[in-house]
């Protein structure tokens, strides 16, 4: 059985742009694109290594917006949070990178 390419990509090019962008900011940012870019690695590895969010959960802008029929998290350190989601085909499985924020904007957004 062959087993499928795992593929991690960004929900849009503006999302990737600032993830690209938090290499050459300040120190912080520096830190967090290197969580993000750990967090990368882990779904290379697992695409499902994060939580699964709960359907009643989603923000429905994300159904709008990429038509999820799953949502996950990942913990970052610093208490950030990245929310993906899982599509697959024949071949490839891709975590998809919707967006990552403080869990302070991660309640906000979940209505915890």
Request: proline share 4%; with cysteine.
């Amino acid at each position: 059985m062959n087993k499928k390419a795992i593929v991690v990509i960004f929900s849009t090019l503006k999302i990737e742009q600032e993830f690209e962008d938090l290499k050459d900011g300040k120190f912080e940012d520096k830190n967090l694109y290197s969580f993000i870019d750990r967090a990368i690695k882990d779904l290379k590895q697992n695409p499902s290594c994060g939580t699964k969010i709960p359907k009643n959960l989603w923000p429905k802008e994300y159904i709008a917006n990429y038509e999820i029929k799953n949502l996950w998290k990942y913990n970052l350190p610093n208490a950030w949070r990245l929310v993906y989601t899982i599509k697959e085909n024949e071949v490839t499985i891709f975590n998809i990178i919707l967006e990552w924020f403080t869990h302070k904007d991660y309640e906000r957004k979940f209505k915890y």
